[in-house]
């Protein structure tokens, strides 16, 4: 096999076909390296493992700079460059799945540190998930649990998340990793029980970048270990998720690296700035998460109030959001203590509720009584200040005017003339004075029963007996 017998012999027709035919190709280095998990331990000893791997690093970064110099080379023009999409059918990127995964970790820390792309990265590690994780990634993890995985199946889909996540580039808001990829990701690491530096750092980066979720990406679901009183959703992870989000202030000092300061620094100086408009968006996903997970029976009222507690006050313009959340959990968990029940309404800013809102809230028999007389309080002063000029802050009660109007279709407020309005503001303070006589009515009835209760409990009491017949029989003697 070597030059010692015979020139060209198989050893060096091999070099010169490695040279020539494989190692300057992408593909075909992968798909020899591919061929080479069949021939461990030897390929590692003739260090071919290291050559593939390398010339694949070498060759992508290549590739990359080859392509970024035509993009200069065309100035950018938009329909008549001659060039291929950025992920082609046949992109070399597809064809590291069909590896292993220590030999698909050693190529992403080799193609890293020859400095490939972020994004590129990215995409190389969806699909690899997509291609390895075999569905929870993809789908609801609730399925995979549903078909009681195995523990040697759970373990492997826990091995390839959390060397996923150790290859994941570095956050940054320029080139971040997909929100969605990361939520599946996160959905999959706890279905598998991965470690908790794993979850944490997944959920540190959603909390980065949470102001880019929807719904589905906050919406986990718990690792229920088969208990079925355990609640539906992980309200623990995205507690730690929306806190992480709200403390970026905080965390600036120690996450220069992650991200770009100026884009992540939260200061609300200006009501339409990018930063406020940031935590409004999430503000309203927090209040529709609170409306998803109300419904869950199982769901611990001090889970509920620590998530409604969250948010601070200027996160949200309008409260209805959270109080149709908190009505539908007391409408789901009806047997919750009186103190629970309090402390959660206590959560909701009455000011900030809007006149339907306020006018459900005075009749929902749900509510404490103290939260039902505030919203008619505050109803009140609205109408008062309506009455004497300052129709502006009749819908939301601002007193600084930080609350918008609410317009509608396009009539601005001067299309209603004073004579109607006030005619309007009469009537709503018609209707609110017999909200508040029905109220002072239901005071007086809940006081009655509840002397008579106290009345029911004297007489009922054996000492109270004890003493009626002592005394009778006294005054028979």
């Known amino acids: 096999m070597t030059e010692d017998f015979a020139e060209k012999n198989l050893e060096a027709r091999t070099e010169a076909y490695l040279k020539e035919m494989v190692l300057p190709n992408i593909s075909s280095s992968i798909s020899v390296l591919h061929r080479c998990e069949t021939l461990l331990p030897f390929s590692e000893e003739i260090s071919l493992?290291?050559?593939?791997?390398?010339?694949?690093?070498?060759?992508?970064?290549?590739?990359?700079?080859?392509?970024?110099?035509?993009?200069?080379?065309?100035?950018?023009?938009?329909?008549?460059?001659?060039?291929?999409?950025?992920?082609?059918?046949?992109?070399?990127?597809?064809?590291?799945?069909?590896?292993?995964l220590d030999f698909f970790q050693r190529v992403l820390i080799a193609v890293k540190s020859k400095g490939l792309k972020q994004d590129m990265i990215s995409e190389i590690l969806i699909n690899y998930a997509h291609n390895s994780l075999q569905g929870p990634v993809v789908r609801d993890p609730h399925l995979a649990k549903g078909s009681l995985l195995d523990l040697e199946s759970q373990k492997k889909q826990r091995v390839i998340v959390e060397a996923i996540v150790s290859l994941l580039p570095t956050q940054s808001r320029k080139c971040p990793v997909p929100m969605a990829f990361l939520s599946s990701l996160l959905k999959t690491a706890i279905s598998s029980s991965a470690t908790i530096s794993c979850r944490s750092d997944l959920e540190r980066r959603?909390?980065?970048?949470?102001?880019?979720?929807?719904?589905?990406?906050?919406?986990?679901?718990a690792n229920s270990h088969g208990n079925s009183h355990c609640s539906m959703h992980d309200t623990d992870s995205v507690l730690r998720i929306f806190s992480l989000f709200l403390n970026l202030?905080?965390?600036?000092?120690?996450?220069?690296?992650?991200?770009?300061?100026?884009?992540?620094?939260?200061?609300?100086?200006?009501?339409?700035?990018?930063?406020?408009?940031?935590?409004?968006?999430?503000?309203?996903?927090?209040?529709?998460?609170?409306?998803?997970?109300?419904?869950?029976?199982?769901?611990?009222?001090?889970?509920?109030?620590?998530?409604?507690?969250l948010l601070p006050d200027h996160a949200r313009i309008v409260s209805d959001g959270l109080y149709r959340a908190v009505d539908i959990f007391l409408k789901v968990h009806p047997n919750i203590k009186d103190s629970e029940r309090y402390r959660l309404c206590k959560t909701i800013d009455c000011q900030k509720l809007s006149q339907e809102a306020c006018s459900h809230a005075a009749q929902n028999e749900r509510l404490p009584v103290q939260m039902a007389v505030q919203v008619l309080y505050i109803e009140q002063n609205r109408l008062r200040n309506a009455m004497n000029g300052g129709h502006s802050q009749f819908f939301f009660g601002a007193s600084n005017g930080q609350f918008p109007q609410r317009s509608g279709s396009g009539a601005g407020s001067?299309?209603?003339?004073?004579?109607?309005?006030?005619?309007?503001?009469?009537?709503?303070?018609?209707?609110?004075?017999?909200?508040?006589?029905?109220?002072?009515?239901?005071?007086?009835?809940?006081?009655?029963?509840?002397?008579?209760?106290?009345?029911?409990?004297?007489?009922s009491h054996p000492a109270s007996k004890l003493l009626k017949s002592f005394t009778k029989t006294i005054k028979q003697a």
Request: proline residues 6%.
């Open 206 to 221: 959603i909390g980065l970048q949470l102001d880019q979720a929807i719904l589905e990406d906050i919406l986990i679901p």
């Open 49 to 100: 493992v290291n050559r593939l791997i390398n010339a694949i690093a070498s060759n992508a970064c290549k590739e990359q700079l080859a392509s970024g110099l035509l993009k200069l080379d065309h100035n950018f023009p938009a329909k008549t460059m001659p060039m291929e999409p950025e992920t082609p059918s046949d992109w070399w990127g597809k064809s590291l799945a069909m590896l292993n």
């Open 249 to 309: 202030d905080e965390d600036d000092d120690e996450d220069n690296n992650l991200r770009d300061e100026s884009a992540m620094g939260y200061d609300f100086d200006s009501p339409g700035s990018p930063k406020q408009s940031s935590i409004l968006k999430v503000s309203k996903l927090l209040d529709n998460f609170h409306a998803e997970v109300a419904l869950d029976p199982n769901l611990l009222p001090s889970k509920f109030i620590a998530l409604a507690e």
């Open 414 to 459: 001067g299309a209603i003339s004073p004579r109607d309005n006030y005619a309007s503001v009469r009537r709503e303070n018609r209707e609110l004075k017999l909200e508040v006589a029905r109220m002072r009515m239901r005071l007086t009835d809940l006081e009655k029963d509840h002397v008579s209760i106290k009345q029911e409990m004297v007489r």
